[in-house]
């Protein structure tokens, strides 16, 4: 490196550490850990009170309400696939046989 460069890196880290103690930079290391370890401790209890939160935002389906989005998806893709089979009638006929028992 050339020492022209050396010489600004070393007055530019000079210049940062100037205005920053060691006490300072102990106290924000410090209450980092702190903070860390308190989300450690805290963490089934946080992912607790999140879960709540979804589930007061977007409540879960009812059973039968389940059931239901279920065996309209299950119809939809039936429908898709007679659709893209329509060409082919034997797969299309055991395709309506299987619909029907749907």
Same mark, same amino acid.
């Given at each position: +490196?050339?020492?022209?460069?050396?010489?600004?890196?070393?007055?530019?880290?000079?210049?940062?550490?100037?205005?920053?103690?060691?006490?300072?930079?102990?106290?924000?290391?410090?209450?980092?850990?702190?903070?860390?370890?308190?989300?450690?401790?805290?963490?089934?209890?946080?992912?607790?009170?999140? /879960?709540?939160?979804?589930?007061?935002?977007?409540?879960?389906?009812?059973?039968?309400? /389940?059931?239901?989005?279920?065996? +309209?998806?299950?119809?939809?893709?039936?429908? /898709?696939?007679?659709?893209?089979?329509?060409?082919?009638?034997?797969?299309?006929?055991?395709?309506?046989?299987?619909?029907? /028992?749907?």
């Amino acid at each position: +490196m050339h020492p022209y460069i050396m010489s600004t890196i070393i007055a530019a880290v000079q210049a940062v550490t100037l205005h920053i103690s060691f006490v300072a930079v102990a106290q924000f290391l410090m209450g980092l850990a702190l903070a860390a370890a308190l989300l450690v401790l805290f963490r089934p209890l946080l992912r607790g009170i999140a /879960r709540a939160l979804l589930l007061v935002v977007r409540p879960k389906l009812s059973k039968e309400a /389940r059931l239901q989005k279920s065996q +309209m998806r299950d119809t939809m893709m039936l429908k /898709r696939m007679l659709n893209a089979m329509d060409g082919c009638p034997s797969h299309a006929a055991e395709l309506r046989a299987l619909a029907a /028992r749907a």
